[in-house]
């Protein structure tokens, strides 16, 4: 066959497969090319909408979607300055690498923003609704439910709620919530995104923070080392992982003994609410008891999960400690005898000491080298968290 003729032919064949339209295709597209055209004049937005759900938790992918575009707009913010993702930052598992952000106004936040990318999930899907465990926590009154809460002091009871909280805040974002639906009604991509996930076009503030919420469900992280070899080892985390060095695996042996009852044995179900980890002899900030009033509430925080902790700096409530070898020595030597101190922390020998658990430089540098195993260094490349702006 000639040159000429076989490309005729090709043509000839590209042109009827183009001209007959594949049914099956059409349907498959997600969006329609106007919309595609309209959402992508401002966004990295793939054609197909990514998949969210994981496991058993079960995401909307439109509504979480339309939750990353929300989380990285700056309009959510009074003066168009700060997004959700200014104070928690992607390649810091959804943390800041300041001890205390920065608001709309230049003016810092009262407190240490907390890593998103461990705590969504896991209190929602996996320990949430009230794991029996926080019964025995001597500081769960029986009045309080026993769900966990978000932020430092637990004050708001869902990510809707606390989202309401970051948007209004005079510090953070300082958006009034009803303005805010007007604001976003201007962008064409709004209307396609929120079409999507609520079958129609109306912005509501019920809607910007339930998608914020779902999107923030959809942040799974559970593929670091640690997650890994506990899997490979019938998930007790008790016997040596095969996969840890020598090193790694002796330090998963003192957190085992002294930082697993109230950070858990596998970084996925909180056995502890709140407590007083003896940072300060009184607190300035008074966590839980800021919102309760009660005494034996006084100088409590939340527990934090300690998934890509290792990631996070600084860290604590303020952000006080720059690195993990600060921190391990705060347990290993400087905790304080608050008023409310945890009793897992006080010295069993002598009434009203805090405990010293005398490790040396090994064990020490061991501990940290556990901690660098609950990284999981998939959740901050992932595409599907990131930045969607152009
Ligand atoms: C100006 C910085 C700033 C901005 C903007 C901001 N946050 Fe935060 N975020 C923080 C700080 C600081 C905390 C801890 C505050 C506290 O506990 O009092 C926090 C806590 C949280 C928590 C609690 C996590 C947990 O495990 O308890 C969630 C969820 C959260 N932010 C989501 C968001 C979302 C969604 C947005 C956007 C609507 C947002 N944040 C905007 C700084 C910020
Ligand atoms: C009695 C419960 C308790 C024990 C035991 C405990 N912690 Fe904590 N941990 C806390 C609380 C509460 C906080 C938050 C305190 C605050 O910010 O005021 C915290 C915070 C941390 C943080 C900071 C995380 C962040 O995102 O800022 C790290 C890291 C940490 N603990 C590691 C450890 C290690 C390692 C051990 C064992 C040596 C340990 N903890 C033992 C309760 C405990």
Request: hydrophobic share 35%; glycine share 6%; net charge neutral.
């Amino acid at each position: 066959m000639k040159t000429t003729t076989l490309i005729f032919f090709l043509a000839l064949g590209f042109l009827l497969t183009a001209c007959i339209p594949d049914r099956a295709d059409v349907q498959a597209q997600y969006y329609t090319p106007d919309e595609l055209r309209t959402l992508q004049a401002r966004l990295k937005l793939p054609a197909q909408v990514d998949e969210y759900s994981f496991d058993f938790i079960k995401v909307s992918n439109a509504k979480a979607t339309l939750g990353r575009v929300l989380f990285y707009d700056k309009q959510l913010s009074h003066n168009n300055s700060v997004s959700c993702a200014s104070c928690h930052k992607q390649d810091a598992a959804f943390s800041d690498t300041r001890a205390k952000s920065v608001g709309f106004n230049g003016q810092e936040t009262k407190r240490n923003s907390i890593p998103l990318a461990a705590s969504a999930n896991f209190i929602t899907s996996y320990g949430g609704g009230g794991s029996l465990a926080f019964t025995n926590n001597p500081h769960s009154p029986p009045g309080r439910p026993l769900t966990l809460g978000f932020l430092w002091d637990e004050r708001a009871r869902s990510i809707q709620e606390q989202s309401i909280l970051a948007i209004t805040d005079p510090l953070e974002m300082g958006m009034a919530i009803a303005d805010l639906s007007v604001k976003l009604s201007r962008e064409p991509h709004y209307s396609i995104l929120f079409r999507k996930a609520y079958g129609d076009e109306r912005i509501t503030p019920e809607r910007i923070t339930e998608a914020l919420q779902e999107f923030l469900h959809g942040i799974v992280s559970v593929n670091s080392k640690f997650d890994r070899n506990l899997q490979m080892h019938g998930r007790s985390p008790d016997v040596d992982f095969s996969g840890f060095s020598s090193l790694e695996n002796s330090g998963k042996a003192i957190y085992m003994l002294h930082c697993s009852h109230c950070h858990g044995i596998d970084m996925t179900t909180p056995v502890m609410r709140v407590a007083n980890n003896g940072l300060d002899l009184v607190s300035e900030d008074k966590g839980v008891g800021g919102i309760t009033n009660k005494a034996s509430d006084m100088g409590l925080f939340k527990v934090p999960f300690l998934r890509n902790v290792a990631l996070t700096a600084p860290y604590m409530h303020d952000g006080r400690f720059n690195t993990l070898e600060e921190v391990v020595e705060h347990y290993n030597s400087g905790v304080k005898m608050h008023p409310n101190l945890h009793p897992l922390l006080h010295d069993p020998a002598q009434p009203n000491t805090p405990k010293r658990l005398h490790l040396n430089t090994t064990d020490k540098a061991a501990l940290v080298a556990f901690l660098h195993t609950l990284t999981d260094d998939s959740t901050i490349r992932h595409s599907r968290f990131s930045d969607p702006f152009k």
